[in-house]
């Protein structure tokens, strides 16, 4: 019989293994900040399991994870937002989809030349 | 308020964001003009700050609120955190000066979104660092560092071109997924030992395979936030795109952050962990990053390319310093009394006050090194290295504090650079660990060789004449110039000054180590 | 009445204030007329504040600290004669000159850490000014701008910081084996024969002066660099900056404890020095590079003495070193300045130079009564009777024959104009060199103790001086006889190794920017993150 807490973190790791795939292997920025999102929320979900099982077993419940993840959840918030604020600025500019993983080769070639 | 100096920690935190704040509700237009006002201010606050923590001899410890850790946060300022704020404040003071009339509203014209944008971000970057080197607490770095990308990320594509958001983008993406695993070994630390405040830790952690977890997970996702090799990959775009005064801040001390809490984390929160074999692992990394970053560095044809992959390679030198503090023979934690292993185990201080200076004195230079290299590409119209002949004709205070401040990279004498040199030179000794002696010197021969490819034309070039498309403004290039003497000047006070690297480390105050 | 204080930092006040009044435009355009008298101060604290306590600059833990003693004074004096007289013909070289704001600065700098090798009392000072001479030094290299220049350059630079890690490498083993924080150079002496890393250290301080000095293999830089620069900056170049090398053996090395090997080994790749580069030397048409080679062979032979003084832990060679170096210096400087009042003097008032040229270049191989022949006694107790003596009287021979090859060349550089004369400023500072390079050795034999004058002029000693002179003479009627059979050698001969070399060097480095091109993938990087928390997880595992 799996316990709520065992299954919870089987879940966490589902969700972190998910989201480190998405991450790595998938080229476009949308999917990858959808992935950062899993990722972070496989981190959350691990964080709440662990106020019932680490320094907080036999409590009722810890309050300093709580305090934690919800922090965690803003900063990953405002992380999202500032990514598709990026994505869609940059999808302005170049008016198409781009993938991130390779970089753009202008980077490296020489300076925009104003010279004769 | 002065009789405790503790809370000149807490003033630290707050002057920058209230002038985030004031900046947001002011506007654009006094914007620069309210963080030029509390850049001296901070200025003193910082040195206070130095001078509390070399008269109590100890580190300064504020609780937020009156609460204890585990349940409470504190801020905490040791010696180490007490010498990268005030790099910090003059860092951050100078690029401001640097800046002062790029990003300026003219009386009379529409405000423009990059005159608040940088102001307010370079407040809230100043902020973030802080906040980094003053936390006492493993997730409020984590929020600390988060703050520190989200005021980054945006003065890299302030110019919002197409190529400096995609670098952007990237950045934040890495930045974010390595933030991701850092939270995840603090959550494993959190469930282990159930507190994440570094003074509790640095008695709880202990051997075991959480733990190892924890601290891999936490330094690889803080390794890619500072670009160690071969994580390196999102910085020289980043960094070469933004703008001169953003590019300056990024390099001499966003990266070094992470570093620092990399630090923090392996000699402070977790040192029953440090092991040699780990510590010799950064080590290479670190050595590949000065091979790679200065091979690249020389085949650039872009200079701000060129300054961002020698920042690659510097921030290798500052990964040395790991197995220098650690004796690689005396590496067994299985001894019962862990303590006195660890004791024995901590020898080298030179590695110690070596690896400060040398991020103290890399800061100074690399921020000269983008400003000169900002005002040549603005008095030129582009950065491309082969047009720089005799450039110093036209520019002679610019090229010569590119020069002063390459001086220090080289680790030419009597620069902070050649200081810090000379103190890891010693560790390699002391530890016998003279490998690492051969990786320090042959770097500085590949930093000779890159920074001769931009010195040689632009001191010895056969040009007569020079026209310039924009002028300099005189004050910009003595910013400049400042900036890398501090860097040289630095060189000379090593021995004494860095006896504050000590004071207050948790390892030291908690072990009772030599 | 100044104190010895006062003078020691007037003679390095007044080229650093120099320095710094070429910030403003009108200074710098009107700085060479000054060059003549930048060194006058440090000349007169070589005369007058010899054996002074030294003087420390020590505040806030600030380590500054000279010392004036007997062999720093004499190489001082001597180095700030030849900068002033090098300085007044420059001075002259110059004029209209447009690059003539930049030669001053790295005129000054170099001079500044040339007069300071010789009086640095700590690790500190002495590698701060030995890195600003070398580093300053490539500034006058390159000063005429020309591809040749360039490449002279390159080589000089990279092979100048090259030295710079040796030393840094060897100060740091010094520093470590002194008990306490002491930097100083005379604490490191006495550490460093019971240092636990004695061997890599004498090594690589042997390894970092010999390469300033021109020791084979380490002297590829010279016979290119010296020649490619400037007139007055080739003299001070291979007059004074070689000597740097000299007083760093002097300074460093321990004469009064032997080191049988290291006193071998130095010797040896001395002797070998002083041979190899005259036969290299002989093959050159250029009278620079041919002066060059010579500069080579002539460091050679003090390398074979100080090694000699290392083997037996004799403490006079030191002395006796120092007097040779300081007759090289002055008769080395002359003749580059000769070499160039020679290309510009036309053949009606050549003789005016090629006599007393000739003289000097006669004397660096022991002419008798000149002040080669006092320098070749001042060693002779020093190399012994045996084998090595009589390897130093042969390098006399090779010497001579260098020297003859040299003026051949140097006749055959006049101007072609045959009413030419050479500007008063060349002539002047040519006739104090002259003057200086007889007079200063004669006097310094005596004053200072090296020997007494009455042994100079037994007949005995004049024949020992003069036969080789007699050999060497006649082997150079048969190099302008069969010399053209000898095969072309490039200038710094074994730098042909380099090309090859360097294709492999960058063959390397495009590997290396592949493989960091295939690391800028984001999936590549992405996976190198998971692998290395595995690989730290791993080690620290296992470490357990």
Known sequence: MISTTTLFGLSSVILVGLGLFGLIVNPQPLRKILAFNLLGSGVFLLFGVIARRGAGAGLNSDPVPQALVITGLVVAFAATALAVALLLRLFQETGQAITLDTEDPSIHAPARSNDP | MMQDPSNLLVLALVLPVAGLLLALVVGGRYAGRIALWLMPVGLAIAVMLVVSVIRADDALVYDLGGWMPPLGVALRADGLSAIFILTTVAVIGATGIFARTEFRTLPGQPETRTSLTFWALLLALWGALNLVFLSNDLFSLFVALELLTFSAIPLVCLDGRAGTLAAGLRYLLFALFGSVLYLLGAVLLYGAYGTLDIGLLSGL???????????????????????????????????????????????????????????????????????????????????????????????????????????????????????????????????????????????????????????????????????????????????????????????????????????????????GGFAAKWLLLTATIETGQWWWALVILGGGLLTGGYLFRVLAPALFGSRQSVTLRAPVARYREVVVLALALCSVLLGFVRLGAFDLVQIGRLAKAGMGLP | MISAEMLLLISFATPVALLLACGWRMVRERMPTLFAFAPLPALATALWAVNRPPWVFNEARLHITFVLDMPGAILLGVAALLWSAAGLYASTYLRGHPNLGRFSIYWLLTLTGSLGVFVAADLFTFYLTFALLSLAAYGLVVFDGTPRARRAGIIYLVLALLGEIFLLMGFVLLASAIPGDSLAIRDALATLPTSPWRDPTVALLIAGFGLKMGLVPLHVWLPIAHP????????????????????????????????????????????????????????????????????????????????????????????????????????????????????????????????????????????????????????????????????????????????????????????????????????????????????????????????????????????????????????????????????????GDIVVVGQPALRVVVRCEDALERVEGGLRQWPVAGLFMLLLILILGGVMFHGY
């Open chain 3, 228 to 491: 490619a620069a400037p007139m007055p900056a080739s003299a001070v170049l291979s007059g004074a900056i070689i000597k740097a090398g000299v007083i760093g053996l002097i300074r460093f090395l321990p004469f009064d404890v032997p080191l049988p090997d290291w006193g071998v080994a130095l010797t040896a790749v001395g002797l070998l020095t002083a041979f190899y580069s005259v036969v290299i030397g002989i093959t050159q048409p250029n009278p620079k590079t041919v002066l060059a080679y010579s500069s080579v062979s002539q460091m050679g032979v003090v390398a074979a003495v100080l090694g000699m003084g290392l083997a037996a832990g004799q403490s006079n060679a030191v002395m006796a070193a120092t007097f040779y170096s300081a007759h090289h210096l002055l008769a080395k400087g002359a003749l580059f300045l000769a070499v160039g009042v020679v290309a510009a003097t036309g053949p009606r008032r050549l003789w005016w130079v090629l006599v007393p040229a000739a003289i000097l270049a006669l004397g660096i191989g022991g002419l008798p009564l000149t002040g080669g022949a006092l320098a070749k006694l001042a060693v002779k107790p020093v190399l012994g009777d045996g084998r090595v003596e009589l390897l130093a009287t042969l390098s006399a021979i090779g010497t001579t024959l260098l020297m003859l090859h040299f003026l051949h060349r140097l006749a055959a550089s006049a101007s072609p104009d045959p009413s030419a004369s050479a500007p008063i400023g060349f002539a002047l500072s040519w006739m104090l060199m002259f003057v200086a390079a007889i007079g200063v050795p004669w006097t310094l034999y005596g004053v200072t103790g090296i020997g007494v004058y009455d042994d100079v002029l037994q007949p005995k000693i004049l024949w020992a001086a003069l036969w080789p002179i007699l050999i060497g003479a006649g082997l150079a009627l048969g190099l302008w006889r069969w010399g053209r059979y000898l095969p072309p050698i490039p200038e």
């Open chain 2, 205 to 415: 952690v202990r051997p075991e395979p959480v733990a190892w977890g924890a601290a891999a997970l936490m330094t690889v996702g803080l390794m890619a936030k500072t670009a160690l090799f071969p994580l390196h990959f999102w910085l020289p775009p980043a960094h070469a795109g933004a703008p001169a005064a953003a590019s300056a801040v990024l390099s001499a001390l966003v990266i070094k952050a992470s570093l620092f809490l990399i630090v923090r984390l392996w000699f402070d929160a977790m040192p029953a962990l440090m092991n040699p074999t780990a510590a010799q692992v950064l080590a290479t990394l670190g050595a590949a990053a000065i091979l790679f970053g200065s091979v690249l560095a020389l085949r650039q044809a872009r200079l701000k390319l060129l300054i961002a992959y020698s920042t690659v390679a510097q921030i290798g030198y500052l990964f040395l310093i790991f197995p220098l503090i650690v004796r690689p023979e005396s590496g067994s934690f299985a001894a019962a009394d862990l303590y006195t292993e660890l004791a024995a185990t901590v020898v080298s201080t030179s590695a110690w006050s070596g690896g400060v200076l040398q991020a103290v004195s890399h800061a100074f230079a690399k921020a000269a090194m983008f400003m000169a290299a900002g005002l040549i590409a603005q008095s030129l119209g582009h950065d491309r290295i082969a047009d720089l002949s005799s450039i110093g004709r036209a520019l002679p205070i610019t090229v010569l504090a590119f020069a002063l401040a390459g001086m220090s990279l080289m680790g030419l004498p009597p620069s």
